[in-house]
C-alpha cells in the first residue's frame, strides 16, 4: 500500500507547482518531437516510413525529389524533409 502525505499549501504555491510541471512535461514532448523530425534514416528505414519501396526511394532520389545526405559514406535521409518531399509529392499525384 502506498503512503499518503497530505500537506497545506497557499494557492499561489500550488498554482506555481502545477504550472511548473506542466511548462517542463510540453518542453520535453518538444524536444522529443525536435530530436523526431532531425532523425537520419537509412534507405529502408526511409522507405518502410514512406511506405515505398527502396528502388522508389532511390528513383526519388536520383531524379531530385528527395534529398540524400551522407553520413561517411553512408546514405541517410532527414525524417523531416522526407515529411515535406512526400507531402508534395501527394499534392501533385494524380487521383
Known amino acids: ?5 497530505l ?3 497557499p494557492q499561489e ?4 507547482l ?6 517542463k512535461a510540453l518542453s520535453n514532448t518538444d524536444e522529443a518531437k525536435e530530436h523526431n ?3 537520419l534514416l537509412t534507405r529502408k528505414e ?4 514512406l511506405n515505398v519501396s ?9 531524379i531530385g525529389k528527395i534529398i540524400k545526405h551522407y553520413n561517411g559514406t553512408a546514405v541517410r535521409f532527414k525524417k523531416s ?3 515535406s518531399s512526400f507531402t508534395n509529392l501527394l499534392k501533385y499525384k494524380r487521383g
Not at 526511409?46 to 516510413?49: D, E, G, S, V
Open 7 to 9: 500537506i497545506s499549501l
Open 81 to 83: 524533409e522526407l515529411e
Open 18 to 23: 502545477i504550472q511548473d510541471a506542466v511548462q
Open 37 to 39: 523530425q532531425n532523425e
Open 54 to 62: 527502396v528502388a522508389t526511394i532511390d528513383n526519388w532520389t536520383r
Open 1 to 5: 500500500m502506498q503512503d499518503v502525505i
Open 46 to 49: 526511409a522507405a518502410n516510413y
Open 13 to 16: 504555491k500550488l498554482e506555481q
